[in-house]
């Protein structure tokens, strides 16, 4: 019990830990993220843009949320899709650059497979 006292009144002393550093390379990355996101879509790539990623996005929710959507991907494409990390701009720019690498009879096989339009 005395200890627990000692270190009761030890610990209840004012106790600042310094400010939170946050990590250069983990900021770069955001900055690059948020600065690429939002120069593309404005102006006239933004239609483009908003539609390349929403059939990117489509791609990698449903091969990340089922083993039966990735199987015919790794089939026809032989490759695994990579699903990019928010905080990581390498991540979404290794994501991108696989379907970019597909031929068009790929992703339009790709495509049927899931279900999805081609539009």
């Known amino acids: 019990m005395m200890w627990v006292r000692f270190l009761k009144r030890r610990l209840s002393n004012n106790f600042f830990l310094p400010l939170h550093q946050h990590c250069v390379a983990h900021t770069l990355d955001l900055i690059a993220t948020n600065e690429v996101d939002k ?3 404005q102006g006239p790539s933004r239609k483009l843009y908003r539609s390349a990623m929403s059939k990117c996005s489509s791609i990698w929710n449903k091969a990340h949320n089922s083993t039966l959507a990735s199987d015919p991907i790794e089939d026809i494409a032989n490759m695994k899709v990579t699903v990019p990390c928010v905080t990581r701009w390498s991540s979404e720019y290794r994501a991108i650059s ?5 031929t068009d009879d790929q992703l339009g096989q790709i495509s049927e497979e899931l279900g999805m339009s081609r539009k």
């Open 98 to 102: 696989k379907p970019m690498a597909l």
């Open 39 to 41: 120069a593309a879509s």
